[in-house]
T-cell receptor
Framework: NAGVTQTPKFQVLKTGQSMTLQCAQD?????MYWYRQDPGMGLRLIYY???????DKGEVPNGYNVSRLNKREFSLRLESAAPSQTSVYFC???????????FGPGTRLTVL | QKEVEQDPGPLSVPEGAIVSLNCTYS??????FMWYRQYSRKGPELLMY????GNKEDGRFTAQVDKSSKYISLFIRDSQPSDSATYLC????????????FGAGTRLFVKA
């Protein structure tokens, strides 16, 4: 059981470049999340998917898009990266109607 | 003003000390409270989960909720160097809610 996996672990982009962060979970969870974590700001929700086939905006969705590819996979896309998107990105999953989220190891993204 | 306030620290204590970590919040609708532990360069993992007011104990850890004061605490007894991590409080107004609010985290160092 790998839990929640994220790729890549590290990435450096130039302003204006695009990229997709990948997330997969093998726990058969319904709900999946994307957060960003910045110093002093805690975890902020970018997008979430309550169940396969649905996605909704969180607190800071601007500049991002998501795709719930299937029950296991939830990807986050930056279409035109900006320095303000330099952050650590975490994917998480949970069982519907519970509160415990299981987090991946994170992707450290730097935008120059 | 943030919905959840948490002192970022760092907090440095000697091994064996009792540690008190705290969060205050402004939304009286919060009923479900969590503490996550995050080791350096890892994703958060759930440590404690409590509902409404009162105490919950698990080994060396005690979570306390005072809804009248909008204040939650995590106590660590007989602290160990392995407890060195960032501790994030989190809360939901409803069980199973999708928009969990996280504190910014308190960084704890336990010196051997």
């Amino acid at each position: 059981n790998a839990g929640v996996t994220q790729t890549p672990k590290f990435q450096v982009l130039k302003t204006g470049q695009s990229m997709t962060l990948q997330c997969a979970q093998d726990m058969n969870h319904n709900s999946m999340y994307w957060y960003r974590q910045d110093p002093g700001m805690g975890l902020r929700l970018i997008y979430y998917s309550a169940s396969e086939g649905t996605t909704d905006k969180g607190e800071v969705p601007n500049g991002y898009n998501v795709s719930r590819l299937n029950k296991r996979e939830f990807s986050l896309r930056l279409e035109s990266a900006a320095p303000s998107q330099t952050s650590v990105y975490f994917c998480a999953s949970k069982v519907l109607m519970t509160d415990t989220q299981y987090f991946g190891p994170g992707t450290r993204l730097t935008v120059l | 003003q943030k919905e959840v306030e948490q002192d970022p620290g760092p907090l440095s204590v000697p091994e064996g000390a009792i540690v008190s970590l705290n969060c205050t919040y402004s939304n009286s609708a919060f009923q479900y409270f969590m503490w996550y532990r995050q080791y350096s360069r890892k994703g958060p993992e759930l440590l404690m989960y409590t509902y409404s007011s009162g105490n919950k104990e698990d080994g060396r850890f005690t979570a306390q909720v005072d809804k009248s004061s909008k204040y939650i605490s995590l106590f660590i007894r007989d602290s160990q160097p392995s407890d060195s991590a960032t501790y994030l409080c989190a809360m939901n107004p409803n069980t199973g809610g999708f928009k969990t609010i996280f504190g910014a985290g308190t960084r704890l160092f336990v010196k051997a």
